[in-house]
């Protein structure tokens, strides 16, 4: 099975602040790596798939890059909706897994 | 507007069963692939199996093998998932998910599963 990682586990920030998130994936995936937005209580939410595609609706202050099995999802400017729990999934091979996810909270 | 509405879940003895359904409505579910996909409390995302979009190709996660059935009834436009012999370590709540462009562009609420005695 491919694993994911990501990287910090949590991170405290302020409305404004520019915030990265980092994946890494044990094989290559072939760019199909997609991030998600969880908030409590709520189903996930696709913010970006094959790496640096932007979902209709998402805010252009997301974006997604990648560097060899290495994928970051950037957050150019906090806002108060982006505080939430944020997932990488890679979907180049069953079983598909994600990432243990990053916590975003307020600073 | 793209909805999946998932039912079906409750407290379900170890070794019992049940079954999830998930209505789909907004798109045209008889060509989109579905996911099933769950999380514990309080943790992360797994991934626990695909039906294609006529139900002929299934695969399963190794921790639901032989225990789990996906399904799918198009003419209903709903997505199933039969689960015999319930584990405690099948607690979570369980989302549908339609996949599409490599990805699970729409979710369900999701419905709780909670197996104990």
């Known amino acids: 099975d491919i694993q994911m990682t990501q990287s910090p586990s949590s991170v405290s920030a302020s409305v404004g602040d520019r915030v990265t998130i980092t994946c890494r994936a044990s094989q290559d995936i072939n760019s199909w790596l997609a991030w998600y937005q969880q908030k409590p209580g709520k189903a996930p939410k696709l913010l970006i798939s094959?790496?640096?595609s932007l979902q209709s609706g998402v805010p252009s202050r997301f974006s997604g890059s990648a560097s060899e099995t290495n994928f970051t999802l950037t957050i150019s400017s906090l806002q108060p909706e982006d505080f939430a729990t944020y997932y990488c999934q890679q979907a180049n091979s069953f079983p598909f897994t994600f990432g243990p996810g990053t916590k975003v909270d307020i600073k | 507007e793209v909805q999946l509405v998932e039912s079906g879940g409750g407290l379900v003895q170890p070794g019992g069963s049940l079954r999830l359904s998930c209505a789909a409505s907004?798109?045209?579910?008889?060509?989109?692939?579905m996911h099933w996909v769950r999380q514990a409390s309080g943790k992360g995302l797994v991934w626990v199996s695909r039906?294609?979009?006529?139900?002929?190709?299934?695969i399963y996660a190794d921790s639901v093998k032989g225990r789990f059935t996906i399904s799918r009834d198009n003419a209903k436009n709903t997505v199933y998932l039969q689960m015999n012999s319930l584990r405690a370590e099948d607690t979570a709540v369980y989302y549908c998910a339609k996949y599409g462009s490599r990805s699970y562009d729409y979710w369900g609420q999701g419905t709780l599963v909670t197996v104990s005695s």
């Open positions: 094959a790496t640096s």
């Open positions: 907004g798109f045209t579910f008889s060509t989109s692939w």
């Open positions: 039906i294609n979009t006529d139900g002929s190709d299934t």
